[in-house]
């Protein structure tokens, strides 16, 4: 990750032709663990990919990637 201005730069390996997701929460705890989808790649995806969050709001963000073959 990267922070860029007011934007977060996230980059990922993935599996090449998946479909991959990423998501984002401001929280890990169990109570308030709100994971949103904020992009959806569609195969064919390649294996190296990055996206720019421009809708930071939060100091504190967490992303994750999901693939799905």
């Known amino acids: 990750m990267m922070l860029t201005g007011s934007a977060v730069r996230v980059f990922w390996h993935g599996g090449a032709m998946a479909k991959q997701f ?3 929460t ?8 709100t994971w949103r989808t904020i992009l959806t790649n569609l195969p064919p995806t390649t294996v190296s990919t990055n996206f720019t969050d421009m809708m930071v ?5 967490f992303y994750r990637i999901r693939a799905i073959r």
């Not at 401001?26 to 663990?33: D, K, P």
Request: glycine fraction near 6%; avoid cysteine.
């Open 22 to 24: 990423l998501d984002r």
């Open 57 to 61: 709001t939060n100091k504190v963000q």
């Open 26 to 33: 401001v929280s890990l705890t169990a109570s308030g663990e």
